[in-house]
């Protein structure tokens, strides 16, 4: 079952419906577009898939929704993919990737009164898998919603949003290194705004898909 959580942050709050074992809704409200221009939606739902195995293989959809309740951006479906679309393997009926999804939680990262989204993507095939953190919010050069910062680990990598910043989580691997046996098992690095780009600090995990300015 997915955890229940609330945020205490303004003009945040999370709340979750489960509906089977495993599924469930999960919803965050924020003001994605600074505190005049209305409360926005992140939505994660997860369903179950149709299949013969035990336990279901389960698809994560992320949809982010307008204050006037229009759709602003899905995934899996619009350009810059946070989240994959599973499909059975040949001869068998498990999907793949396997994929969990999460909301790590909201903040205003880019020093303005706009929030932002830290979403937490694990997918793994044959070997411990990827995981992903992503900051979703509004670009301010396109006002469309979009990744502005992407950070990935091999096997684990986690987020805990502190103040204006995300601290990141997870296993070292220097070049080169056997996914069996990370350079150092667990390090910490913040992730930041600052002078219009992202900065991480150390960089421990590879930083992906940047939009400087937003």
Known sequence: MWRVFF???AMTSIAVAA???GAGVREVALRMNGASGGVWHVRLTR???PGAQTPPDYQDTLTVTAPDGARAYRSPGDTGE???RLRKGSGTETYFPHQTASIAGTASLMHSDA??????VDQTGADCGLATITVLGMSQRTHRVVPLA??????DLSATVVGNAVQLAGPYYAHGAPLCCPTKPRVTATLRYVNNAWRETPAYFPLTGLREGG
Do not use: D, E, I, W
């Open 7 to 9: 945020a205490t942050a």
């Open 150 to 155: 992407r950070a990935t680990n091999f096997c």
């Open 47 to 49: 369903v179950a898939l």
């Open 82 to 84: 946070l989240l994959a």
């Open 115 to 120: 929030q932002q989204v830290v979403l937490s």
């Open 19 to 21: 509906t089977m074992p």
